[in-house]
């Protein structure tokens, strides 16, 4: 690199200088355009905060009638809940004949202790 008499960088290069503008102008654009998006808030915010009010205030108080929807219930797979053929009842009615055997039959498994019924 070469210096001047006050030390400053002398560029021999064309694109030196070249680069340096493009940056600068690009920074330029970008604070421009920052500047620009917060006059517009500004002026949103400032000049035009009573007509956005209002209009909130009719849209909230607004009465729109929901109709519910009305149909059959249906399942995961777009069958009709109530005709599935394949749900089976796991009711069982008590057997006081074979409660004993099968009480007996179940503790083992279901880790408990014997115990007598009162009949």
Not at 64 to 70: D, I, N, S
Not at 81 to 86: G, H, V
Request: hydrophobic content about 35%; aromatic content about 8%.
């Amino acid at each position: 690199m070469r210096f001047d008499n006050a030390g400053n960088d002398i560029r021999t290069e064309a694109g030196g200088n070249r680069e340096r503008t493009v940056i600068v102008c690009m920074m330029s654009l970008v604070i421009v355009a920052f500047f620009a998006l917060a006059g517009r808030c500004f002026y949103l915010q400032h000049n035009l905060a009573d007509y956005y009010g209002e209009k909130c205030i009719v849209q909230q108080r607004a009465y729109l009638p929901l109709e519910p929807q009305r149909g059959a219930i249906l399942d995961a797979r777009g069958r009709s809940w109530p005709q599935q053929p394949d749900t089976h009842d796991l009711r069982r009615t008590p057997n006081h004949q074979g409660a004993q055997r099968n009480s007996t039959r179940l503790a083992p498994i279901l880790d408990m202790g014997l115990t007598r019924s009162a009949s």
